[in-house]
T-cell receptor, first 113, second 109 residues
Framework: DGGITQSPKYLFRKEGQNVTLSCEQNLNHDAMYWYRQDPGQGLRLIYY???????QKGDIAEGYSVSREKKESFPLTVTSAQKNPTAFYLC????????????FGSGTRLTVV | GQNIDQPTEMTATEGAIVQINCTYQTSGFNGLFWYQQHAGEAPTFLSYNVLDGLEEKGRFSSFLSRSKGYSYLLLKELQMKDSASYLC??????????WGAGTKLIIKP
């Protein structure tokens, strides 16, 4: 079955460490997105990519980095420069056709300890 | 700025009907989505409206008025499994999704 896979589901990081969240899709979608979700707030866009080897900053890109070397993969690195990284991170993909909306991964909950 | 407003929380009774409202002010409009999200899980697609009017899909219906910047999601014959957050999102002129904070729906027996 086609879908989008995020791993790990739970991640603990010590302060000052970088950590990478994985996102893989086999839906043949061109566009991929990373969102951050905090309690009581809407999804906030971190980075997005509409094509391989190209990506754009979203609203809250500071302290994060991404790569898009393959169509299927869009990993997110949370760097030590991100001051408040504890959150629920969601990866999504879309064909680009508006009515189809986005397909989401199951999310990664990152906690800084 | 861009803004999407939804009530923070609503409570309804099993078997009843509930309407969740969403108002928006965005730079351009290319459609409005409703998603359902159970706690700790990914959002799942419910509906998409781009023209004014009501779209019905089983127990769920979604309405759009572009002139009023307004949408609602109507849930009928509520079941306990409908307890979740409901997210309203608008596709703006750059085809980026702008998200509301979500409405937490609590269903009581």
């Amino acid at each position: 079955d086609g879908g989008i896979t995020q791993s790990p589901k739970y991640l603990f990081r010590k302060e000052g460490q970088n950590v990478t969240l994985s996102c893989e899709q086999n839906l043949n979608h061109d566009a991929m997105y990373w969102y951050r979700q905090d309690p009581g707030q809407g999804l906030r866009l971190i980075y997005y990519s509409q094509i391989v080897n190209d990506f754009q900053k979203g609203d809250i890109a500071e302290g994060y980095s991404v790569s898009r070397e393959k169509k299927e993969s869009f990993p997110l690195t949370v760097t030590s420069a991100q001051k408040n990284p504890t959150a629920f991170y969601l990866c999504a993909s879309s064909k680009g056709a508006e009515a189809d909306g986005y397909t989401f991964g199951s999310g990664t909950r990152l906690t800084v300890v | 700025g861009q803004n999407i407003d939804q009530p923070t929380e609503m409570t309804a009774t099993e078997g009843a009907i509930v309407q969740i409202n969403c108002t928006y002010q965005t730079s351009g409009f290319n459609g409005l989505f409703w998603y359902q999200q159970h706690a700790g899980e990914a959002p799942t697609f419910l509906s998409y409206n781009v023209l004014d009017g009501l779209e019905e899909k089983g127990r769920f219906s979604s309405f759009l008025s572009r002139s009023k910047g307004y949408s609602y999601l109507l849930l009928k014959e509520l079941q306990m499994k409908d307890s979740a957050s409901y997210l309203c999102a608008v596709l703006d002129s750059n085809y980026q999704l702008i998200w509301g904070a979500g409405t937490k729906l609590i269903i009581k027996p």
